[in-house]
């Protein structure tokens, strides 16, 4: 497949996601999953550019267990921190732009306004570290793109499976109400990513924003989940508690107010994520179809 998109980590939601659009829209697509291509084996990476020549690859590859990464920080630096660089010189050298995936947990979430690209980034945990110097591996590498930086990614799993999975289990529920951020809904991510595969990319690889139009608190999100939830089968809305980060006692630090400012790639490229409120129905509804039993 000469001049198409190449999507590494192909098997996690934003891959997923993405390889489902560029197909619909009738494009070129190869996508490789961790058990096709690991994304730490130079040669085998090198190979894999050689073999499919892609004009854009798409790097949605890596170690994403905020909480786990804090007891193995060194596989979050292998995938995250350096396959990046690999990634970038591959491209670079066989002639394609890469779109890399990074995160608002770069942030410390001290700010107490949206983040835009050129704000210091001050990363809390191992993810969050790793991520932040997967970003410096890119620049480094001279490879052409775009460092994709979004947040809180919403699927019919993660965060959203869990709540929903604890609701209807008649737990009482327990939801950080102290950090703040800007869920992004993976189907709006994937729709943008491949925006970006048509466009021409800045031949040095340069940072943008890409996050949902809203904030919210983890509670805000959770809540509003559990209300379509128990509209929609009738079920009793569980109780729900609001907690402090400090008392969930969870092993990665989180920023308190991560929210990223999205200005820069909507003036650039005509991207906007939506009002994730906008997309709780249909989140709902995905986790219900997975989970027949409801
Ligand atoms: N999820 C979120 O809320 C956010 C995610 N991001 C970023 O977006 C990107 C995509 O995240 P998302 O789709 O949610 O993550 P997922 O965890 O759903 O997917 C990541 C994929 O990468 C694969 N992978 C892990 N290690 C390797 C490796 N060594 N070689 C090849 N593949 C590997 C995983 O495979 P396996 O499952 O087998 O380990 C998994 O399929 C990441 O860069 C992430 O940092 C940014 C902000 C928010
Ligand atoms: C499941 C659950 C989580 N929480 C809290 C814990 C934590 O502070 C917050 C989010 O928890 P999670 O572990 O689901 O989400 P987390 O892994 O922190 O999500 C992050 O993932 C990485 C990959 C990113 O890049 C970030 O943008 C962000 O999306 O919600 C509750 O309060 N109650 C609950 O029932």
Not at 34 to 42: K, S
Not at 58 to 85: C, H, K, M, S, Y
Not at 243 to 271: E, H, K, M, Q, Y
């Amino acid at each position: 497949m000469s001049g198409g998109v190449l999507i590494l980590g192909a098997g996690g939601q934003v891959g997923r996601a993405t390889a489902a659009v560029l197909r619909r829209q009738g494009r070129a697509v190869t996508g490789l999953t961790r058990g096709d291509l690991d994304i730490t084996d130079e040669s085998a990476l090198d190979e894999v550019f050689r073999r499919v020549r892609p004009a854009t690859v798409i790097n949605a590859a890596a170690f994403t267990a905020v909480d786990r990464a804090e007891a193995q920080p060194w596989r979050a630096e292998a995938v995250n921190g350096l396959a990046p660089g690999l990634i970038g010189a591959s491209a670079r050298r066989h002639g394609a732009a890469l779109i890399h995936l990074s995160t608002d947990y770069v942030f410390d979430g001290e700010k107490g306004a949206p983040y835009v690209e050129a704000d210091t980034a001050a990363p809390v945990s191992v993810y969050g570290r790793s991520k932040l110097a997967g970003e410096a591996a890119v620049l480094r590498s001279g490879a052409a793109g775009v460092i994709l930086r979004t947040s809180w990614l919403l699927s019919a799993g993660g965060f959203v499976g869990a709540i929903l999975s604890r609701a209807r289990s008649g737990e009482v529920l327990r939801v950080v109400g102290d950090q703040k951020g800007r869920p992004t809904l993976v189907d709006d991510l994937a729709q943008a990513l491949a925006a970006l595969a048509h466009e021409t990319l800045p031949q040095a690889a340069e940072v943008y924003h890409y996050a949902g139009a809203t904030d919210a608190t983890w509670f805000e999100l959770a809540d509003a989940l559990v209300d379509e939830w128990s509209g929609r089968t009738g079920a009793a809305r569980p109780v729900m508690t609001g907690v402090t980060a400090a008392s969930w006692n969870a092993p990665a630090r989180r920023p308190s107010d991560s929210r990223l400012d999205s200005g820069r790639i909507a003036a650039d490229f005509g991207l906007l994520g939506r009002d994730w409120r906008e997309g709780v129905p249909e989140l709902v509804e995905a986790w219900l179809n997975k989970e027949p039993d409801q």
